[in-house]
């Protein structure tokens, strides 16, 4: 997926991995910023493919930590939003 | 005021070298970067995932400029070079700069057994705990200023 020339998120597999009978395929995404002063690669494991005996099953990679950080940075805005607009209610009464 | 101004250029880099320098940054999409090599010992083989985060910056700029001859203040010395080089005096300058940063953070454990294919994530309660007293503490300033605010009201 592209966003003109300078955003781009791409999926790609890495080398299969063969073991206890089974192939294990690994998955990342990368995003990247690009522009002509600079750049952002982020890159992160998204699932593992297993091949076992010609069924393919996805098994997906949580990251636990990520999910926890976003949720306490969303509920920090959510919160100070409503605050805000709770104040800015009660001085419109006020007045 | 050409061989001036292709000194000027020859003494800064390209843009092309800067894209190159670029280019280089794309060798951590590779999802190598992200697994490791897996381990095996015993019945169990276990491949460490890890995210992977790089940016990098670079910046540079000059300038140049010609002036003409006949200036107040000038020597001797500098009015005899301007009269060589044809009435005119040229100056430049530019500079440059770059910037980057990697970081890497473990997300998972994937153990490959007897049993089937496991995923294990990894949770870092450090961060997690660093972040919510951070958190907490920037709500906390934020809320006894809106309160001292309505107060003041």
Do not use: C
Request: overall charge negative.
């Amino acid at each position: 997926m592209q966003l003109g020339n300078i955003l781009s998120w791409e999926t790609r597999e890495g080398p299969a991995i063969n073991a206890h009978g089974r192939t294990v395929t690994p998955v990342a995404q990368a995003l990247h910023l690009h522009t002509p002063f600079g750049g952002l690669v982020w890159n992160r494991p998204v699932a593992v493919l297993v091949d076992e005996g010609g069924m393919v099953t996805r098994q997906p990679i949580v990251d636990v930590t990520r999910i926890a950080l976003w949720a306490m940075a969303g509920g920090a805005a959510l919160a100070l939003m409503i605050t805000g607009l709770l104040g800015r209610g009660s001085r419109a009464t006020g007045e | 005021m050409a061989d001036h101004i292709e000194l000027i250029v020859e003494k800064f880099p390209s843009q092309q070298e800067a894209n190159a320098l670029l280019a280089r940054l794309y060798d951590v999409v590779e999802p190598d970067m992200v697994y490791g090599e897996p381990v095996t010992q015993g019945e169990y083989t276990v491949i460490t995932a890890r995210e992977v985060t790089m940016a990098l910056g670079v910046g540079y700029g000059g300038g140049g400029g010609v002036s003409p001859s006949g200036q107040n203040g000038e020597t001797a010395e500098s009015m005899e070079k301007e009269e060589e080089s044809g009435g005119q005096s040229a100056g430049y300058g530019g500079g440059g700069g770059g910037g980057g940063t990697a970081t890497g953070r473990p997300v998972a454990v994937i153990e490959i057994g007897p049993s089937g294919v496991r995923v294990e994530p990894i949770v870092d309660p450090t961060k997690i705990a660093v972040a919510m007293f951070t958190t907490l503490g920037t709500m906390g300033v934020m809320l006894l200023k809106m309160v001292r605010q309505a107060r003041a009201i």
